[in-house]
């Protein structure tokens, strides 16, 4: 009797891995014409400066609307997107989406700001990135102080020589870097403070223990402290209540992504917010 409950058992887990595995494949091959049919989106969340009191960069972030199966999520669809080869692709369709949108904000007469994309690692490591980025730069005509690049820890030590080259032409361009998800992984700060960037975004999880242990609030700080005096500017994500922006101003972060007012929205409701907070309605 116990032998067969095992039996169950390891077919129950069997079918299991089977639906997960056909359910990766369903999903990619929808994910292969995702682009043609028009289901990818850009939603935005904005980027705060705490002494300049103003909204100073949206953050893009890419969504994916699935008819019947409805928004899927970047956690579930990057990772195959990065596993097929899809990535390059949809990357630029994401770059050139975001420098356009920037562009007729900055047209309209919005507060100029930038726009921050994020890069899977197999971007960054690729060797036509440069040159991507050179010509949605000029097709869009966005001038690159306009535009930030978020790459995580982990994604710039892959290949650090390719990487460190890749950077710094980018930054000879004049666009501008950033450190996402900060403290997430393993770091390393000798290699910190080799690579050339100008901001660094403290992982979410930091924010979110701060109102429940003084440990966290301990630790928030002297990161905030460690990236102020490496002459880079700190950025705190996931700021879920108003307690938590109160602490973060208390200790001197520069920008906030504040969620508890401004959850990624679509563009059209962004810009609502961006005139609005511009004064400009
Ligand atoms: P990320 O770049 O670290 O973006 C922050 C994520 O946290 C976003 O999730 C955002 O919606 C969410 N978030 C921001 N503030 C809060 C908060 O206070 N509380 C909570 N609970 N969540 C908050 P999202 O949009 O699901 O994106 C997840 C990740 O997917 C991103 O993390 C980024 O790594 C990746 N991603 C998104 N768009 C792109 C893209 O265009 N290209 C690539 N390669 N990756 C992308
Ligand atoms: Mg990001
Ligand atoms: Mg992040
Ligand atoms: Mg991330």
């Known amino acids: 009797h116990a032998k067969s409950m095992g ?8 079918q299991m891995i089977k639906d997960h595995v056909l359910k990766k494949m369903e999903l990619t091959n929808l994910l292969y014409h995702a682009q043609e049919k028009g289901q990818l989106e850009l939603y935005y969340q904005p980027q705060f400066d705490m002494a300049a009191q103003a909204i100073v960069g949206v953050e893009a972030l890419l969504r994916w609307r699935l008819p019947e199966k409805g928004m899927v999520e970047p956690a579930q669809f990057i990772p195959l997107a990065e596993q097929s080869g899809m990535i390059y692709s949809i990357g630029e369709w994401v770059l050139e989406t975001a420098c356009q949108q920037n562009k007729v904000w900055q047209d309209s007469g919005l507060p100029r700001m930038r726009v921050m994309v994020n890069l899977s690692a197999n971007q960054l490591t690729s060797p036509k990135l440069v040159q991507c980025v050179v010509r949605v730069l000029k097709k869009t005509r ?81 990161m905030v402290r460690l990236i102020r005096s490496l002459g880079l500017r700190v950025v705190a994500e996931g700021v879920e209540t108003p307690r938590q922006f109160d602490f973060l101003a208390g200790v001197m ?26 004064g400009l309605r």
Request: negative net charge.
């Open 7 to 14: 039996k169950n058992r390891c077919v129950l887990c069997s």
């Open 253 to 278: 972060c520069d920008e906030v992504q504040v969620f508890f007012c401004c959850r990624p929205m679509e563009a059209a409701a962004i810009q609502a917010v961006l005139s609005e907070y511009a």
């Open 142 to 222: 966005l001038p690159p102080e306009y535009l930030e690049l978020e790459i995580t820890e982990t994604a710039a030590s892959t290949n650090l020589p390719l990487v460190l080259d890749t950077l710094r032409r980018l930054k000879a361009m004049g666009v501008s870097l950033a450190i996402d998800d900060f403290g997430s992984a393993q770091s390393l700060l000798s290699r910190l403070k080799m690579l050339p960037v100008d901001r660094i975004k403290i992982d979410a999880q930091f924010v979110q223990g701060i109102e429940k242990s003084d440990k966290d609030q301990t630790v928030l700080k002297a």
